[in-house]
């Protein structure tokens, strides 16, 4: 891979520049101590500090709502939103990486999906590094560290950032301010090593994954699914924020003269009750409690068993964002241990 | 308009046009379509069960099964009741009008698979419905089956659907057909007369060289199952086809997994073995 080093004065001079590439959009201050991904005016407003925004990127790729096509009595139409409408994202981290890694998994295979892919072609990707909080465990699901994905990435050696071009793309954005970047030294590896290990030992959480698979088998009708049920409110927000959530809802709207119209689709949660409900009023998944397990044994069994890795990045959104204090490591450990006692 | 269509777009319906609509028993109808694009009707290839998503124009898609054989080709069939949004809307259309349709989706019976063995077909209500179409498929390869062997139940005469079809398989020599009814109210009824399972008695099964192709409500497998396993069937030979929410039918929306799988992708026939492995099937 190509390397190079860009320093932090220059990083504001860079990103400006990238905007020739497409519209930036970077992590903003929205609350207290929230961020999110939103459109840079100043680049000043740029929170590079951000840890977790509370939507993950996946909302450029697969939006909360989205025209699929219009119809008439006629037939239907493709319509493109935004038809070749470019992004720059800066400011995402490993997790978020990975999340678009396992979306571009779902969305690929034996059925392309069109609308992912046409926005996916249209975005580049800045990644940066980060440091850890209590409810990081990407350590532990392998998702820390991230050598594809991006078009650049961004690691902080001190004064400098080591930059990683991951593609073609990345190296015309480079190349196109190519007097902003430098060479890569010997005290920028060092610095680099260092901080790579740094940064590993500042994890608070190590949530043991092996056997995980097993594990929720075993623990099918554990009792700790039905205290997260009694305790969850099926509102969904867990669904919402998480990088790798990609069940979606479809449905036709119809304008006023009830002739035209077009399909929809949106952001669905299979913790809503009416998820798996089918024709005759039979519910799959009536109990909240088989809901909650639903959600995490898809995750880190059955996703694991359809694309050989689990779908979780252990980004800590889920739990920030749960107002009932459903927790994941919790839940893990606890039917760890309940394994093998 | 469909040469705006992106070929690789997997959502976006062919047009169809409703060329014949058969009512079968109260709120079933079998619909006969034909696609408007001669090139589309002409790649369309299925498997029995498999099925495609139908769009009503304005009210959405639902799932339906594939009621007609690929031996057939030129119309495609679909058998569908009346229960709600997009069903209802279907009802409300008259001959000539266009709908939606994309697929076919889903794994479909393992027809090949299934060759040189006896059939036995299990259905009961509109489980006939996708098994009609592997019916069809295994009486126009004949000589590539053993013994077929259809069991079939409906709550009394009129609510059995594709009556007068099967009816006429009852004098056939190349299959056992056997046609049930919980309870005759004609006065009339030349065949059988009790629940699907009690069938077995009728016939001599042998579970060496039979795979069974079960599709119906769920208290009717329960019993079917109970009969299959006392006769020794493997699990691997008993083919269920399971139903789930479906909005997409491509493995992208989430909505019709059961434990590891996608009902739309890797079903929606599932071996008995596999279903017994899966968390929440029933
Ligand atoms: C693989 C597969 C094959 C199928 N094959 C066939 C077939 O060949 N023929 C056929 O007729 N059907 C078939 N079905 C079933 C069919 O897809 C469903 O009946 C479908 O829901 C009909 O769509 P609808 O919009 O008309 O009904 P919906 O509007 O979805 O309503 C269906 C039923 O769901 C319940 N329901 C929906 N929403 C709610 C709610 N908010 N609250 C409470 N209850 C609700 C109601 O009981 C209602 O009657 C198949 C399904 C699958 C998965
Ligand atoms: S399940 Fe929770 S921790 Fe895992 S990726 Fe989703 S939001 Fe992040
Ligand atoms: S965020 Fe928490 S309360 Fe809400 S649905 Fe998810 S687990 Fe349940
Ligand atoms: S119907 Fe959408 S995943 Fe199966």
């Known amino acids: 891979m190509k390397i190079v080093t860009l320093s932090k004065s220059n990083l504001l001079p860079f990103l400006e520049a990238s905007r020739s590439f497409g519209e930036l959009h970077a992590p903003l201050k929205r609350g207290e101590k929230s961020c999110a991904f939103a459109k840079v005016e100043d680049l000043a407003d740029i929170q590079v500090g951000c840890l977790r925004t509370i939507l993950p990127p996946k909302k450029y790729f697969m939006p909360p709502e989205q025209t699929m096509f219009a119809f008439s009595p006629q037939g239907y139409v493709p319509v493109n939103e935004e038809e070749g409408k470019r992004y720059v994202l800066f400011g995402l981290h490993p997790c978020d990486i990975h999340g678009i890694k396992i ?46 994905g991006f078009d650049l990435f961004l690691s902080d050696i001190g004064d400098r950032y080591m930059v990683m071009v991951g593609t073609s793309l990345g190296d015309d954005m480079v190349n196109a301010s190519h007097h902003l970047f430098g060479e890569v030294d010997e005290r920028a590896k060092e610095e680099f090593k260092r901080r790579s290990n740094a940064r590993r030992e500042h994890f608070a959480v190590d949530v043991e994954t092996w056997g995980l698979p097993e594990i929720f088998d075993l623990e099918y009708e554990s009792d700790l699914w039905k205290d997260a049920g009694d305790k969850c409110l099926s509102c969904g927000a867990c669904s919402m924020v998480c990088p790798t959530c990609y069940c979606y809802d479809v449905l036709d709207i119809l304008e006023l003269n009830a002739q035209q119209g077009a399909r929809k689709r949106r952001w669905d949660s299979c913790l809503f009750k009416d998820y798996a409900l089918v024709a005759g009023g039979h519910n799959f998944r009536k109990e909240r409690s088989s809901r909650v397990k639903n959600r995490f044994f898809h995750k880190q069994r059955g996703f694991v068993a359809e694309y050989g890795r689990p779908a979780c990045t252990g980004c800590g959104r889920c739990i920030e964002a749960c107002p009932a204090d459903i927790n994941i490591i919790e839940l893990i450990t606890k039917l760890r241990s309940e394994t093998h006692v | 308009m469909s040469d705006h269509v992106p070929k690789d777009n997997p959502y976006q319906p062919h047009l169809a046009r409703i060329v014949r609509i058969l009512p079968q028993i109260p709120d079933h109808r079998l619909f006969q379509l034909r696609f408007e694009d001669e090139e589309v009707a002409r790649n369309f290839k299925h498997r029995p069960g498999q099925f495609v998503e139908l769009s009503v124009l304005g009210t959405g898609e639902a799932p339906i099964s594939i009621s007609s054989s690929p031996t057939r080709p030129g119309v495609l069939e679909l ?27 889903g794994n479909g019976y393992p027809v090949e698979e299934m060759e040189g063995h006896n059939l036995l077909l299990v259905a009961g209500g509109l489980g006939m419905a996708p ?19 259809l069991m079939y139940g409906a709550r009394v005469p009129g609510d059995m659907l594709f009556k007068y079809e099967l009816l006429g398989l009852l004098d056939q020599p190349d299959i056992t057909c056997l046609l049930t009814v919980d309870r005759d109210d004609t006065g009339r009824w030349p065949a059988h007369i009790g629940v699907v399972p009690k069938l077995f008695d009728k016939v001599e099964l042998d579970p060496k060289t039979t795979i069974a192709a079960v599709c119906g409500p769920p208290v009717m497998y329960k019993f079917v199952l109970q009969k299959l396993l006392e006769r020794n069937f493997s699990k691997d030979h008993i083919l269920m086809s399971l139903e789930r929410k479906m909005k997409c039918g491509v493995g992208k929306c989430g909505h019709c997994a059961i434990g590891y799988k996608y009902t739309c992708l890797d079903g929606p026939i599932f071996t008995y073995w596999d279903v017994i492995n899966l968390p929440e099937v029933v």
């Open chain 2, 79 to 105: 058998c569908v009741r009346k229960v709600g949004r997009v069903t209802e809307a279907l009802f409300r259309l008259p001959v000539d009008s266009l709908i939606g349709i994309r697929g076919p989706y």
């Open chain 2, 131 to 149: 098994l009609r179409s592997l019916l069809w498929y295994a009486m126009d390869n004949r000589s590539k089956f053993k013994d077929i062997i």
């Open chain 1, 103 to 148: 979306l571009d998994l779902v969305f690929s295979g034996k059925y392309t999906d069109t609308y992912y892919f046409e926005r996916r072609k249209h975005v580049a990707i800045i990644g940066l590094d980060c440091i850890p909080d209590q409810h990081c465990f990407c350590n532990s699901m392998g998702t820390y560290f991230t050598e594809d």
